[in-house]
Structures are given as C-alpha cells and as structure tokens.
C-alpha cells in the first residue's frame, strides 16, 4: 500500500522519512560510497531519520535510502571550502546551483542502503510525482 505525503505547518516530535529527488549521477555516487554529502538550498522542516534516493529522469525510480549524521546549513563559499573533496560535484556546477542563495545546507550521509533493484515510486506514496526539493513520508516505509 503506498503512503502519502503531506506537508507539516507544525514542527513535530517524531521523526519522518522523506524522498529527494536526485540526479543518476550523484545517486549512483551516495550509492557507491563516494558522494558523503548531499547538498540542498534548503533543510528539512521536520525531524528526518531515513531519506529514500528517487533517481530522477531517465532511471525514475527509488533506488535506496541513506541516514546522515548532520545538516550543516552555511553560506555556499563554506559549505565548498569544507565539503569540495566528498561532495561528488564540480565546482562550477557546485555554484551554478547555489546562484543567487546566501546559505544551503549539506546532508552529511552516515549509512546508505541501496536496493538490489529499484522501486516503484507509487510504492511509497500514492499518485507520486517527483519532488522539486523533497517530500515527506506520513508512515514509516517498510523498507
């Protein structure tokens, strides 16, 4: 049965899972163990214990999840300056992203577990479309 997503006016107590769209190329790196940071101009509005990986066009589908040990939200130049060697980016691109942001933030990854074969987004929430930034996941996913 899949769940659906919902968006909070609340901070709440407990902890969500959430999906984040990302492109093949970096999920395949979180999934191989190179990427150790994922950035994002934004962080989570809500306690986030699990994050499920959706490789975007032309894979589509969940490919993992990964768990962080913290969210470092800073300005770009530093959030560079200290995560360059395992951000998995090339610095033009790396700024290209953050044009015109004053901060971001970096998920540092602390574990990640890949599926043998990906998932069905439709698995996890109903009528699913992918995320431009994330989406949060109302019941623990039993993966």
């Known amino acids: 049965m899949a769940l659906r997503?919902?968006?909070?006016?609340k901070k709440s107590k407990t902890r969500m899972d959430a999906i984040l769209s990302i492109k093949p190329v970096y999920a395949n790196q979180i999934l191989?163990?190179?990427?150790?940071?994922?950035?994002?101009?934004?962080?989570?509005?809500?306690?986030?214990?699990?994050?499920?990986?959706?490789?975007?066009?032309?894979?589509?589908?969940?490919?993992?999840y990964f768990t962080f040990s913290d969210i470092d939200?800073?300005?770009?130049a530093n959030l560079w300056q200290k995560y360059q060697e395992v951000g998995g980016i090339?610095?033009?691109?790396f700024f290209s992203y953050?044009?015109?942001?004053?901060?971001?933030?970096?998920?540092?990854?602390?574990?990640?577990?890949?599926?043998k074969q990906g998932k069905s987004p439709n698995e996890?929430?109903?009528?699913f479309v992918a995320p431009q930034s994330y989406i949060y996941l109302d019941n623990r996913a039993a993966y």
Do not use: H, W
């Open 5 to 9: 997503y919902r968006n909070f006016a």
């Open 32 to 64: 191989a163990g190179t990427k150790m940071v994922e950035f994002r101009k934004r962080s989570f509005k809500e306690k986030v214990r699990r994050v499920y990986i959706y490789s975007s066009m032309p894979v589509k589908q969940i490919v993992g």
């Open 73 to 76: 939200e800073d300005t770009p």
């Open 90 to 93: 090339a610095k033009d691109d």
């Open 98 to 115: 953050y044009a015109n942001n004053a901060s971001g933030c970096a998920l540092v990854i602390k574990s990640v577990t890949p599926f």
């Open 124 to 127: 996890f929430v109903e009528d």
